[in-house]
């Protein structure tokens, strides 16, 4: 069973850059598909970025488009998460998700659809 561990969340100002990572552990996580998620206080777990098995096919939520980028480094079983010009509502905890797939090209965007999830790691925006 694949472990998620995520890092790299902390507080920022506005229009700074943050670099997450989720570390996989366990079977070859270059057989899953993986995103990232982030939940606000008081607000519904949405859907921040995916990609798939090789990275070739990613997906965004059209508020981060152009700000975030998601990849992956399947050789040290890591899925990254950059994100450049932070805004106060990006603030929430992020969570990394995996469900093993078995297409190169497939991605998910709903949360029913991941079967793993990490801890989650907190981004803090200022204003």
């Known amino acids: 069973q694949v472990q998620l561990v995520e890092s790299g969340g902390g507080l920022m100002q506005t229009g700074g850059s943050l670099s997450l990572s989720c570390a996989a552990s366990g079977r070859i996580f270059s057989r899953y598909a993986a995103g990232w998620f982030r939940q606000a206080p008081g607000k519904e777990r949405e859907f921040v970025a995916a990609?798939?098995?090789?990275?070739?096919?990613?997906y965004y939520l059209d508020s981060v488009k152009g700000r975030f980028t998601i990849s992956r480094e399947n050789a040290k079983n890591t899925v990254h998460l950059q994100m450049n010009g932070l805004k106060p509502e990006d603030t929430a905890v992020y969570y990394c998700?995996?469900?093993?797939?078995?297409?190169?090209?497939?991605?998910?965007?709903?949360?029913?659809?991941?079967?793993?999830w990490g801890q989650g790691t907190q981004v803090t925006v200022s204003s």
């Open positions: 990609i798939s098995q090789t990275g070739g096919t990613t």
């Open positions: 998700a995996a469900r093993e797939v078995y297409s190169t090209t497939i991605y998910f965007t709903a949360r029913q659809d991941y079967a793993l």
